[in-house]
């Protein structure tokens, strides 16, 4: 049965989020590792003592790229669409104090930090984000992805400048956050999951034409390059491909174009994509968030298990992702939309 906008929008970010908590505890583990450990995660696993970053963290939690994701879309909610950008590092700067009191080890990335810190320097939020050009935009974009109609497609961009200008404000980390977003977009609509990841070539070219220049290879090259590199190829040869060439790491021009080619490996089977992403390694919570983002936007909350839900809900008590994705596809096409056109969209620097 095709599943409903509402089912779709709450597969995005389930999704989002069953892909960061799978990936939790390999973060940033080689893929040797990871594989001798774990061979291809079949469920949630406490982190290891030997894991630098989540250590401690018991199965099924998420990380920051749902934290962050959870701030980004209450703040497109009660803003209507609009995000102010003061109040949105504001709240990041809360979210990291709160992990530091929690003893975390999982805290901003570089490129947030950055901005953030010029935030409480005085510094203008339209140039913050100048240097921005890893991955935590596009980690965090599927609620705007899910607020926002997929056509037109540079009001969806505008969009993703708007909610993510203070921290990545760049052609490159832009880029990378209007692939997801337009990919997701599109997906709320019923696309399939090769329809999103087309889509998602044509929102990273919109998307890299904003922002302040910064040098580095081409999201939208890149995407279509981890697709064609892949195609007709095994699951195991498609990995290592996308582990070795693509790579993972927290390059924008990583992450991305890798989670959209594991996407690619299993179209039909969201559940399998995020195992797939977060047995990867390197930055493969974020990468297994992106992916099952895109794939939870096109077949809805049905295509992960159900149980995998309730352990996911039962390790995040309050997070409320069904709550917040309803309030988020409650502005989509409407009160979304006006707002993108009331607030003029930075243009590149």
Not at 29 to 51: K, S, T
Not at 133 to 148: E, Q, S
Not at 250 to 278: F, G, K
Not at 301 to 323: C, S, T, W, Y
Request: with cysteine; glycine share 12%.
């Amino acid at each position: 049965m095709m599943p409903n906008a509402q089912s779709r929008a709450r597969g995005a970010l389930l999704g989002l989020a069953i892909g960061d908590a799978l990936g939790m505890p390999t973060q940033y583990m080689p893929r040797e590792l990871i594989a001798g450990r774990y061979g291809v995660l079949d469920r949630f696993h406490d982190a290891p003592p030997d894991n630098i970053i989540s250590h401690g963290m018991a199965a099924g939690r998420v990380t920051d790229d749902t934290d962050q994701a959870v701030i980004l879309g209450q703040l497109i909610v009660e803003g209507r669409g609009h995000v102010d950008p003061e109040a949105f590092a504001r709240q990041l700067l809360a979210w990291e104090q709160r992990m530091i009191a929690a003893g975390s080890d999982d805290l901003l990335g570089p490129s947030t930090r950055r901005a953030l810190t010029l935030v409480s320097e005085g510094t203008s939020t339209d140039l913050t984000g100048r240097t921005g050009a890893t991955n935590g935009a596009a980690m965090r974009v599927a609620p705007v992805g899910v607020a926002f109609a997929a056509e037109p497609l540079p009001i969806l961009i505008d969009a993703v400048v708007q909610t993510g200008h203070v921290t990545h404000n760049t052609t490159i980390g832009l880029a990378g956050a209007a692939a997801v977003a337009a990919a997701v977009s599109i997906g709320i609509d019923g696309a399939s999951v090769g329809e999103a990841l087309a889509r998602s070539i044509e929102g990273a070219r919109l998307g890299a034409l904003r922002g302040y220049y910064y040098a580095g290879a081409d999201v939208a090259a890149r995407i279509e390059w981890a697709l064609e590199l892949v195609r007709g190829r095994r699951v195991e040869e498609a990995l290592d491909l996308i582990y070795r060439l693509v790579g993972t790491g927290v390059a924008t021009q990583e992450a991305v174009p890798a989670a959209i080619a594991i996407c690619s490996l299993a179209p039909d089977d969201p559940w399998l994509v995020c195992r797939l992403a977060a047995s990867l390694g390197g930055d493969c919570d974020t990468v297994a968030a992106i992916a099952g983002a895109i794939v939870g936007a096109c077949h809805g909350v049905e295509g992960f298990p159900r149980e995998v839900i309730d352990k996911l809900h039962a390790a995040n008590p309050g997070l409320q992702l069904e709550a917040l994705a309803d309030a988020l596809l409650d502005l989509r096409g409407g009160a979304a939309t006006r707002a993108a056109g009331q607030h003029p969209s930075l243009e590149r620097g």
